[in-house]
């Protein structure tokens, strides 16, 4: 699987979305910048894989992503909180955009990250790529304005807490 990386503007989003109209990729491109603007500790890394954009078929390994980019918020003390933004391919066969908090898990059984908030934003229908993406990146820009506490998120969620010794 080839995995390529950068700033979004430095894809060809042709070839990653060729149903997408050329307006619904500018629109990407001005949301991903948002979203680049808005990260107090430095850009995030877009990774996108040339080989996801046909649909894998419903019987295709897991999710598959078309766009990703991971934004750490905290990581110090044994303990992590981050972003995730995703455009990937539903088992359906449907483009879905996607943002998620997630932190470490504490629990007795490591999970390894726990979700405590996600947005799904299904493209198709009324909705066009450019708007999910816009929406999702909409909410992941309010995320980076918020808390970046990872203890703040397990007690929305509720979610175990650090052991203290």
């Given at each position: 699987?080839?995995?390529?990386?950068?700033?979004?503007?430095?894809?060809?989003?042709?070839?990653?979305?060729?149903?997408?109209?050329?307006?619904?990729?500018?629109?990407?491109?001005?949301?991903?910048?948002?979203?680049?603007?808005?990260?107090?500790?430095?850009?995030?890394?877009?990774?996108?894989?040339p080989g996801h954009p046909v649909f894998p078929g419903a019987d295709g390994p897991g999710?598959?992503?078309?766009?990703?980019?991971?934004?750490?918020?905290?990581?110090?003390?044994?303990?992590?909180?981050?972003?995730?933004?995703?455009?990937?391919?539903?088992?359906?066969?449907?483009?879905?955009?996607?943002?998620?908090?997630?932190?470490?898990?504490?629990?007795?059984?490591n999970h390894g990250t726990h979700y405590v908030d996600t947005l799904n934003v299904p493209?198709?229908?009324?909705?066009?790529?450019?708007?999910?993406?816009?929406?999702?990146?909409?909410?992941?820009?309010?995320?980076?304005?918020?808390?970046?506490?990872?203890?703040?998120?397990?007690?929305?969620?509720?979610?175990?807490?650090?052991?203290?010794?």
């Open positions: 699987m080839t995995v390529m990386s950068g700033a979004l503007s430095c894809t060809t989003l042709e070839v990653l979305f060729p149903g997408a109209e050329a307006a619904d990729r500018e629109r990407l491109l001005r949301a991903a910048a948002a979203v680049d603007a808005a990260c107090i500790s430095g850009q995030p890394v877009w990774q996108w894989f999710v598959s992503e078309i766009l990703l980019a991971e934004i750490p918020l905290y990581d110090a003390d044994s303990d992590w909180l981050g972003l995730e933004f995703t455009v990937e391919w539903t088992k359906d066969g449907e483009l879905n955009a996607c943002v998620a908090v997630g932190v470490q898990c504490l629990c007795e059984a493209v198709g229908g009324e909705t066009p790529l450019g708007d999910a993406f816009e929406a999702a990146a909409a909410q992941l820009i309010g995320w980076l304005a918020g808390a970046h506490d990872p203890e703040w998120w397990r007690n929305q969620a509720p979610l175990p807490s650090p052991v203290v010794e």
